[in-house]
């Protein structure tokens, strides 16, 4: 949301010319607590005084506590009770900037535009239009979303042209089980015995003449 500063806040105070013995009173003691900071007991002496002026004040006493939300009922009534032209501006300029504070954006934007209807070329009233507005542009717009994420990095396979490699066609054969002495031995002598029927097969398919002799040749 973008920084703004509200333009200057609108305080006046009324003749007293016109004002009743009682009502100066309460205005005149009204003024001193406002100018003393006493804005509580400044925002009291104001409604006791009645009238749209003080009405007005009693607005600006709220506002300067943070009681926006009482501040605006009372730039309201005083908007409605002024007969004058620039005072009714000058309420309404204070309302927008209650409702600008209590974040009614629309309502505030509203008010403004009523005072400039009043009194166009007021600066003040022109410069919080547009900062309401932008907070309420701001406010719509969508947060900016973030960047995808970049891509994993590949995936490095596995060589297949390294010597030691495993041959996956080759099954795995049973481990062998140890054997005892005597199984070794009959193990040796089944191998032998098939050996030498291997040979007696083969001498037999051999020609006479080719065989060797059984006698003894003494020479």
């Not at 939300?69 to 000058?90: H, V, Y």
């Amino acid at each position: 949301m973008k920084k703004n500063c509200f333009s200057r806040f609108i305080v006046f105070l009324v003749g007293i010319s016109s004002l009743s013995a009682q009502t100066h009173l309460e205005m005149r003691k009204a003024e001193k607590l406002y100018d003393q900071n006493a804005f509580g007991k400044a925002e009291i002496a104001y409604r006791k005084a009645g009238g749209a002026a003080a009405t007005f004040n009693a607005g600006n006493a709220a506002y300067r506590q943070g009681n926006f939300n009482e501040a605006m009922l009372l730039f309201k009534s005083a908007a409605q009770g002024q007969s004058q032209i620039p005072d009714r501006a000058n309420a309404l300029y204070n309302l927008g900037n209650a409702l600008l504070q209590l974040g009614q954006y629309d309502e505030a934007i509203e008010a403004y535009e009523k005072s400039l209807r009043l009194v166009p070329n007021a600066s003040d009233a022109k410069k919080n239009l547009q900062i309401a507005k932008n907070i309420k542009q701001d406010l719509q717009e969508p947060p900016p979303q973030p960047p995808p994420p970049p891509p994993p990095p590949p995936v490095e396979r596995p060589r297949k042209d390294y010597l030691d490699q495993a041959d996956p066609n080759r099954k795995k054969g049973k481990q062998a089980l140890p054997l005892t002495a005597e199984a070794a031995r009959q193990m040796l002598a089944n191998s032998v015995q098939q050996q030498e029927a291997q040979n007696a097969l083969e001498y037999r398919a051999l020609a006479p003449a080719t065989r060797p002799s059984n006698v003894k040749k003494d020479w």
